[in-house]
Structure formats: structure tokens, C-alpha cells
């Protein structure tokens, strides 16, 4: 189990409300937040037009808003506030004394829903 997540950072690199990003492997770049002490962690390419700056996102109540056009994705599920439309890969953060670890996903880079 353990050996699916790999080690990001340490708890004190993620200040809160301020991105940072980071290679999770070869494929994938994420963006980690921290909101009310939790950390999440989401793709850093952004599923509207591939523009990897999420991490320079602009954090509103539990929402990241895309630098590029703005568009708002939630940081647990990565949905738009509507439901529809692109959404932002999300991915499960295991924290182990002050490590940061994330899991590596399954899927596919990007995800729709029509
Ligand atoms: S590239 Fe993110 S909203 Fe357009």
C-alpha cells in the first residue's frame, strides 16, 4: 500500500492557501494546497486548455481558480461549482509525521463529464 504514494515534501513546504508544484513521477506534475490545515493535492495541468499554472491558482473557500481563464475547480473532487464541463484530477495525500506522500493515480491524465 505504502509503495503506491510517493514522498512530495515535508507538512512545513506547504504554506496555507499558497500552491506549490511537484513531480509525482514521469507523467504527472501536481499542485499541493493547503485549506484549514488540510493538504490537498490536484493535477497541475489544467484540464481546460493543458496550461500547467493550477499551482499558481487563486484559492476561494474550498475552490482553486485556474490562473489562465479562471475557471474554478473543487479541491477534494476537482469539480467545476456546476458539475459539468472539464475537471481537475484529484489525488489522495497520506501524511506520515511531516511528509507529505501522495498516491500515484490509476486512470487516465483527464477526465470528462458530459
Ligand atoms: S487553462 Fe485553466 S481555465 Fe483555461
Known sequence: M??????ICRVSDVYNRKGKSFRL???NEIAL???NDVIYAVDNVC???HTPQIYDGYIE???VACPMHGFRFHLETGE???KAGCRLRTFEVM???DEVYVKKPHKKRFDFHF
Open 47 to 49: 484540464p481546460h486548455n
Open 2 to 7: 505504502k509503495n503506491e504514494f510517493v514522498k
Open 25 to 27: 513521477d514521469d507523467e
Open 33 to 35: 494546497f493547503k485549506v
Open 95 to 97: 501524511i506520515s509525521g
Open 61 to 63: 473557500d474550498m475552490y
Open 80 to 82: 467545476q461549482p456546476t
